[in-house]
């Protein structure tokens, strides 16, 4: 069977997550790229998640404004009542990118010190509610660990779980994986990632996951056309389709879309 007679059910989402630094906007970006070129009549949601905000850049967009901002101005209204969901949502719709290929909405700045509770958890309830309108939800979720301690992560169907040759970043997989247990986040499948890998460490690599029980089921090679392509600000979208790092996504495309 082919990909295309095997595309994913309407709304599977996929988070990508991992330590910072690890490359998960790269990633993302590339999983969008891949995802519209195999399936192009699909619909696409992009959300990027990270306070970093890179997603754009990678991608190669522009946006004009993020969750973040919007929520600093509803908040002036004081009141989160009555029919705020419905505002929010048609606020939300107004900010969306949208392309050619795939809708974009940025989350931009975390949550102040404020007491920004009843915002927020409107605000997710509502992407939930949009998500579910796409064939796929691409999430580069904030580094670390934060988005799922305050679960702002659901519901995710794939969650990709992006580390480097580190012990630091295999050790962020872990505790990943061990809070999505203890917090019965509900995560179908989540797929190990080892990402900017010099050649011939692969197997060393592997080796120093599997002691800190992780199974990397795929190893995203060191590019040095993501290094040029960072000096010169272009879009990673942009890298050639024979590149390392486009040839190691393409493979995770196929594994989610296996997956499903």
């Keep these: 069977m082919s990909l295309r007679a095997k595309k994913m059910p309407l709304g599977t989402v996929i988070g990508i997550s991992g330590k910072g630094g690890t490359g998960k906007t790269l990633v993302a970006a590339l999983l969008i790229r891949e995802l519209s070129k195999e399936f192009p009549d699909a619909s696409i949601l992009a959300i990027d998640a ?3 905000s890179n997603l754009p ?3 190669g967009v522009s946006i004009a404004a993020s969750v973040g901002e919007m929520r600093e101005a509803l908040l002036e209204e004081k009141s989160v009542t009555g029919d705020k969901r419905r505002e929010f949502e048609g606020k939300i719709m ?3 990118y949208e392309g050619d290929h795939y809708d974009l909405l940025v989350m931009g700045r975390p949550e102040g010190p404020g007491c920004y509770c009843p915002v927020n958890h409107i605000i997710r309830m509502v992407i939930d509610t ?3 309108n796409y064939d796929y939800t691409v999430i580069d979720c904030e580094a670390g660990l934060e988005h799922l301690s305050r679960r702002t992560t659901r519901d995710v169907d794939i969650m990709l779980v992006i580390t480097d040759a580190t012990v630091k970043g ?3 997989a872990l505790r990943i994986r061990k809070l ?3 917090i019965d ?4 499948r989540i797929i190990n990632v080892a990402n900017r890998i010099p050649e011939g460490l692969e197997a060393k690599v592997r080796e120093e996951a599997r002691k800190h029980g992780i199974e990397l089921h795929e190893i995203i090679p060191y590019d040095p056309k993501v290094a040029e392509f960072d000096l010169l ?3 990673v979208v942009a890298l050639p389709e024979d590149s390392s790092a486009s040839v190691a996504v393409r493979k995770i495309m196929k594994m989610i879309v296996g997956a499903t």
Excluded: C, V, W
Excluded at 185 to 188: D, G, L, Q, T
């Design 50 to 52: 990270d306070p970093d």
């Design 233 to 235: 600000g272009k879009p």
């Design 57 to 59: 850049d990678a991608l």
């Design 94 to 96: 107004e900010i969306i």
């Design 130 to 132: 949009l998500s579910k």
């Design 180 to 182: 999505t247990d203890e």
């Design 170 to 172: 295999i050790l962020t």
């Design 185 to 188: 986040i509900a995560i179908k």
